[in-house]
């Protein structure tokens, strides 16, 4: 993200911080998208990416990626019984639970049978 002249947001943050660290200087240069990020390592035009870029086995063999430096531990499941009713948030289809099938501790609560 730009402000005026100047990149700002998390990753340039803590690239500038890694950079001052190593004392190394930067000159950034802004690519239009994640092709155009991946050619510049490719010829040799730029030495690191700065940005959240999305992992993959084939990006992996050709490149080397840095730790993740956030995970938001979020994960959405979603169950395809074949009912043709796709769940949305405001009309989600969630299981009925029977209250007399969960023990303290349990991590899963057992499912009750479907109301007619």
Do not use: H
């Not at 402000?3 to 200087?25: H, M, P, V």
């Not at 080397?64 to 009713?85: A, H």
């Amino acid at each position: 993200m730009k402000q005026g002249d100047q990149l700002t947001g998390f990753s340039i943050d803590l690239w500038n911080e890694i950079a001052a660290r190593l004392k190394w200087t930067t000159n950034y240069q802004v690519a239009p998208d994640v092709d155009a990020l991946l050619g510049s390592l490719r010829t040799k035009s730029a030495d690191v990416i700065v940005t959240g870029i999305f992992y993959s086995t084939e990006r992996d063999q050709e490149f080397d990626f840095s730790y993740p430096i956030m995970e938001s531990g979020l994960q959405v499941m979603v169950r395809d019984e074949g009912g043709g009713m796709v769940p949305t948030p405001l009309k989600p289809r969630l299981p009925r639970i029977n209250p007399n099938n969960c023990k303290s501790g349990s991590p899963l609560a057992k499912r009750s049978p479907a109301r007619s």
